[in-house]
């Protein structure tokens, strides 16, 4: 059994930074892609980034330039550093990991979640 526990959520002004935190416990592998998806009150859920084993990475329009995603292998973890943060980044916030290694942007193709973080950014 996968499970993913993300820590670093919080509250801060706009302008600020927050970096998430997912560890990863259980059957995976280090070659697994794994991401972030947000879901805002009254929104769908979307994606945010992923990132592939060997370190490619990719980024919704949205937050490309002020976050950055990666992975420390030896330790399970992926981070997520969010910087320039604005209003509209508020939202649950949700570690994945999906079982191939080729990145997706669809939350569909994602075999596991976690809990959640709330990220509230205030004006």
């Known amino acids: 059994q996968v499970q993913l526990l993300e820590s670093g959520g919080g509250l801060v002004q706009a302008g600020g930074s927050l970096r998430l935190s997912c560890t990863v416990s259980?059957?995976?592998?280090?070659?697994?892609?794994m991401g972030w998806f947000r879901q805002a009150p009254g929104k769908e859920r979307e994606f945010v980034a992923v990132i592939i084993g060997i370190g490619g990475s990719s980024y919704a329009d949205s937050v490309k330039g002020r976050f950055t995603i990666s992975r420390d292998n030896a330790e399970n973890t992926m981070y997520l550093q969010m910087n320039s943060l604005k209003p509209e980044d508020t939202a649950v916030y949700y570690c994945?990991?999906?079982?191939?290694?080729?990145?997706?942007?669809?939350?569909?193709?994602?075999?596991?979640w976690g809990q959640g973080t709330q990220v509230t950014v205030s004006s």
């Open positions: 259980g059957r995976t592998s280090s070659s697994s892609a």
């Open positions: 994945v990991v999906r079982s191939r290694w080729y990145l997706s942007t669809s939350a569909k193709d994602y075999d596991y």
